[in-house]
Structure formats: structure tokens, C-alpha cells
């Protein structure tokens, strides 16, 4: 086997490889056998006819091309290996990255056998001096704090995710909730999504469309308004942004709305808590190692950027493409896990998924950088996690899928050791720069 390597941009090659037709005969009886193996001809076992009558059979066109891919499948792998052991003079490594492109160039009987590889390679990075840019940000981590008022707000929510509430025949009031029915037209035009049944509000939340709530208060339940409404200037829909819309609704229910006093006994009901006192201490303990933790995440971002950004390297195409498909990924199944379709989602944005990956190309590209940087840096620290670490994450990751069973049926086994092996690595590579900030 002959080859020849060219060096490609972006961090890709193209490896010509060259089967003399002896080497490359052993593959074409291989494949005359495979097909006699596969199908019934006549008058032999399988497996047991003569070349010629397979040839006859099926074509010679068909032994050569299935020739082709059983060559190439062994061929290519030998030849990945013997360079990754030693790799040319003008390339630092040889680490492949998904699969190969590859072309036939010639296939024809008794001749040579030709073939391309276009690969991605690992891109080689030369890193700058990352212990002094860690360094430099050792002075912006700030001292985190909890105040009286994050407290509050934290007591509230607690209490209002007890609240009571009761159907009561008033009229609605601020602070009361209530369902209602509800049209929304523009210029005489039912407005596409402008339709609900018993839609749930609380007046005061302003949390729906502005003004709406406000023209709850005085209703009871039964009566019917109609009122009309202009859009704020910076409203999601662009197409109506700024807009009047003329709104019908009808109020089914007004619920009136008991909170719970912050009481012992209220504290009591809520599980590990005593008193009041105990309550509080445990939230700011919380909400200060939340501040904290979101600090050092800060910290953490501003010096691997830096980093990032002192590097000079084509990224591969195919990393920032599996990127796209990474984020496409997370944005779907956030968008599942709140009950929509993706499809739907797609329409009501106005977007194609393509045309999403072009705007989120750059980002990806930012996350490549950052992501390669960390890899070269475990790379160079000889940072790895042990097999103990990788296996106790994979098992965490595993049980958020239920059943050992559901989890089998989800996941890669390997890829799932990839993912937690990364995540372990990455963590270590960021306590290491804080080890020497």
C-alpha cells in the first residue's frame, strides 16, 4: 500500500492511498464469496461457487465495488493508526475527528485500486501562557453577600407557593386570581394564538399582555368587557409591536387569595425547620453559596475566554457543525419539556432550523475554541479523571432516566463515558487555573 498525504485548511487532510492489484485481489475474492454467501446461486453451496459464476451471476461492476468498501474498511484504519504513531513533519498530530469523506478514484479489474480520504484532524493549538492570564483575574472574583431583602423575597415565594384560594362571588380585586375566557382581534382579525378557555391570572402579577390585568378589577364572575389595548413598542411579535388590539372577555371565576403567616407552626409544616429563625439562616446559607457559586462560574468564563482568545486555529468544520447540532438539541428539548412541539415552536418564531444554526454559527464557534482550549490544557497538565470518578458520574447522569432499564434504552453506554470523562476533565482544568490564580 502507497499514499500520499496533502495538507488541507481548517485542520483537514486528504490522504491518496494506492492498492497495487495484488494487494488489492484478495479483497475482489473476498467479495465474490460474501456475495455467494448472501444469495443463492444455483446448483452450490453458499459460499462454494467459483469466481466466474458469481461473476456471471452478478456482475463483475458488483464484486469490485463491494471490493472496494471491504479495502477500504481495512486499509484506512491500518493507515489512521501507522500515522497517529508517526505522524509527517508538517503535521503536529494525527487525531481524526468523525468520520472520512471518502472518493473513489479508481476501480477497474485488474488494476490498482485508488482511493481519497478527506478527514478533520484534531487542530494542534499553541497555547499561550495560561498560568499568568489566570493569574491576572485573581482580583475579580468578588466577595458574595445575602441581603434582608433577597431573604424576603425568598419568605414570599415560600409563602405564596402555599397560598389558599377559594371562589368568591365579588368583584375582582388586585391581588385576587381568576380565570377567564378571552378573544383578541387586530383590525377586526382574530389574532393567530389570541384564543384561550379558563386562562389562569393573578391581577397584579403582570405577567400577560400590559393593561390586560388592570381591566379585570370591578368584574365578577359571568360578566363579559370588552376593551382594547395598544402593544408595547418592543413586543415579541414585531408584526404588531406597537399595535391597539381590541380584547373580549368573559370572567369565569374570581379566587380569593389567603397567604399563610409566617408563623413556628407554618415553618413547622415545611419539613427540616424548628422556628422561623431556622428558616431564614437556611436560606441565606442557600442563597450564599448560589452567589458563590455563580461567581466562580463568572471568574471561570473570563479567564478561559482570555485564554481562547490568544490562540490563533482554523476550527474544523465538523466540530462547529456538532456544535450546532448540540445546541439545536438543547433548545429542543427545552422547548418539549414545556409541553410544545418543536415543529410549532419553528412556526411561531419564523425560523427554519437552518437558518438558526447560521445565527447560532458564531457561538459555536466561541464554544469549539473554549472547549479545545480545556482539552489541550488537560493535555499538557496531564489532567484526566479516574475510572472511579467517570463511572460514579455516569451512573448520576443515568438515574435522571429512571429505571436502569429506561436508561439503557436512552443512552450510549459510550458516549455517556465520553460526556461524563469530558465534564470531570473540564471541571479538574478549571480547579487546576484556580489552584494558581
Not at 468578588?142 to 425568598?154: G, S
Not at 478561559?304 to 445546541?327: G, H, N, Q, S, W
Not at 467517570?390 to 451512573?395: G, P, V
Request: hydrophobic share 40%.
Amino acid at each position: 500500500m502507497n499514499f500520499t498525504i496533502h495538507k488541507l485548511p481548517k485542520s483537514q487532510i486528504e490522504l491518496e492511498v494506492i492498492l497495487p492489484f495484488p494487494e488489492f485481489e484478495p479483497h475482489v475474492k473476498r467479495a465474490a464469496v460474501a456475495l455467494s454467501e448472501e444469495r443463492d446461486i444455483e446448483g452450490f453451496r453458499k459460499g462454494k461457487a467459483p469466481y466466474d459464476t458469481v461473476k456471471n451471476k452478478f456482475g463483475e461492476h458488483v464484486i469490485y465495488e463491494r471490493a472496494a468498501e471491504h479495502a477500504v474498511r481495512k486499509t484506512y484504519p491500518a493507515l489512521i493508526e501507522q500515522l497517529e504513531n508517526n505522524p509527517p513533519e508538517n503535521i503536529k498530530k494525527i487525531l481524526p475527528i468523525g468520520s472520512p469523506e471518502i472518493t473513489v478514484i479508481k476501480l477497474a479489474p485488474g488494476n490498482e485500486f485508488i482511493y481519497k480520504a478527506k478527514l478533520s484532524l484534531m487542530p494542534h493549538i499553541e497555547l499561550p501562557d495560561y498560568s499568568a492570564i489566570a493569574k491576572r483575574f485573581a482580583t475579580e472574583k468578588k466577595d458574595a453577600a445575602v441581603t434582608d431583602d433577597e431573604i424576603a423575597k425568598t419568605l414570599e415565594w415560600i409563602r405564596e407557593s402555599r397560598m389558599q384560594t377559594t371562589a368568591i362571588d365579588r368583584a375582582a380585586q388586585d391581588g385576587d386570581g381568576v380565570e377567564v375566557d378571552f378573544e383578541i382581534r387586530h383590525g377586526g382579525v382574530k389574532w393567530e394564538g389570541g384564543e384561550s378557555k379558563n386562562h389562569p391570572l393573578i391581577i397584579g402579577k403582570k405577567t400577560f399582555i400590559p393593561g390586560f390585568e388592570q381591566e379585570l378589577i370591578g368584574m365578577k364572575a359571568g360578566e363579559e368587557k370588552n376593551f382594547s389595548l395598544t402593544l408595547p413598542h418592543d413586543w415579541h411579535d414585531k408584526a404588531l409591536a406597537g399595535k391597539a388590539i381590541d380584547v373580549h372577555v368573559t370572567v369565569k371565576l374570581v379566587l380569593e387569595r389567603t397567604m399563610p403567616e409566617l408563623t413556628d407552626e407554618f415553618v413547622k409544616q415545611l419539613g427540616a425547620f424548628d422556628s422561623v429563625n431556622a428558616l431564614k439562616k437556611n436560606i441565606s446559607m442557600g442563597l450564599l453559596q448560589e452567589k458563590k457559586d455563580k461567581e466562580r462560574q463568572r471568574v471561570r468564563v473570563l479567564i478561559i475566554e482570555a485564554i481562547a482568545k490568544e490562540i490563533t486555529i482554523e476550527l474544523p468544520d465538523v466540530l462547529v457543525e456538532r456544535e450546532c447540532d448540540k445546541m439545536i438539541d438543547e433548545v429542543r428539548g427545552s422547548i418539549e419539556q414545556m409541553g410544545m412541539k418543536w415543529e410549532d415552536y419553528l412556526l411561531h418564531i419564523k425560523k427554519t432550523i437552518e437558518e438558526l444554526r447560521a445565527e447560532w454559527r458564531t457561538e459555536a464557534q466561541k464554544r469549539v475554541r473554549v472547549a479545545l482550549v480545556l482539552h489541550e490544557i488537560a493535555a499538557k497538565e496531564n489532567i484526566n479523571p479516574t475510572i472511579e470518578e467517570i463511572e460514579k458520574k455516569s451512573n448520576e447522569v443515568a438515574s435522571q432516566y429512571g429505571s436502569p432499564e429506561d436508561a439503557q434504552k436512552q443512552i450510549d453506554p459510550t458516549r455517556l463515558r465520553e460526556y461524563t470523562k469530558g465534564i470531570l476533565r473540564n471541571e479538574k482544568v478549571f480547579e487546576f487555573l484556580e489552584s494558581i490564580m
